[in-house]
Nanobody, 119 residues
Framework: QVQLVESGGGLVQPGGSLRLSCAAS????????MGWYRQAPGKQRELVAI???????NYADSVKGRFTISRDNAKNTVSLQMNSLKPEDTAVYYC?????????????WGQGTQVTVSS
């Protein structure tokens, strides 16, 4: 089992910045990719950014150039630096980890943290 705890959400004005952090505990040695997803009211959960254990990243087109994902494998943390925030970035943001054990993949989720972009 892997446990994920997020922090760093809040209210910010358009154009502002926020940094989300996620700490993993438990069977962290089994984690491969980590990332962030978000879900706005009435919408499906969508990928924001992911990062592999080796540091390869992938971003949703809507956040490219504004968000940066980073990972500290020694501390088992993943962070999302969000700049130039827009009202459409408002959502609950979820930390995600994909782990592998005996060739079986498992998905783990944090509890979610609210990000609200509004003036």
């Amino acid at each position: 089992q892997v446990q994920l705890v997020e922090s760093g959400g809040g209210l910010v004005q358009p154009g502002g910045s926020l940094r989300l952090s996620c700490a993993a505990s438990g069977r962290v040695f089994s984690i491969n990719a980590m990332g962030w997803y978000r879900q706005a009211p009435g919408k499906q959960r969508e990928l924001v950014a992911i990062i592999t254990k080796g540091g390869r990243t992938n971003y949703a087109d809507s956040v490219k150039g504004r968000f940066t994902i980073s990972r500290d494998n020694a501390k088992n943390t993943v962070s999302l630096q969000m700049n130039s925030l827009k009202p459409e970035d408002t959502a609950v943001y979820y930390c995600h980890a994909r782990a592998t054990s005996f060739d079986i993949q498992y998905d783990y989720w944090g509890q979610g943290t609210q990000v609200t972009v509004s003036s």
